[in-house]
């Protein structure tokens, strides 16, 4: 029976080399996921802050620049708050706050 027992200790030692090549490969998948999604909001900053700015690196036509009014009911967008409500304030590496 000591046969046996080396089979399934060979059989146990293939499984966990298996495994740590999968954990090996699932640690790698994640850091570059990290880095994509730091990249990702890295432009997503850089995008908003040029709506903020309204200077941007694309050019669309007949948008040279982005005028935003806070004009009420007038019909125009505004990205600022609804009437009544405070602004929102967007601070890099923190959610949106309503501000007081």
Do not use: W
Request: net charge neutral; charged share 35%; glycine share 8%.
């Amino acid at each position: 029976m000591p046969t046996d027992l080396i089979a399934e200790i060979r059989t146990a030692r293939a499984l966990l080399r298996d495994e740590e090549v999968r954990t090996h490969g699932a640690a790698i998948e994640l850091q570059n996921c990290r880095q994509r999604e730091k990249k990702a909001k890295v432009e997503l900053d850089r995008l908003l802050d040029e709506l903020e700015t309204g200077e941007s690196r694309y050019t669309l036509p007949g948008f040279d620049r982005l005028e935003v009014s806070d004009s009420g009911g007038n019909g125009q967008h505004t990205p600022l708050a609804a009437a009544g409500e405070a602004p929102i304030l967007r601070v890099k590496g923190r959610k949106a706050k309503p501000q007081p």
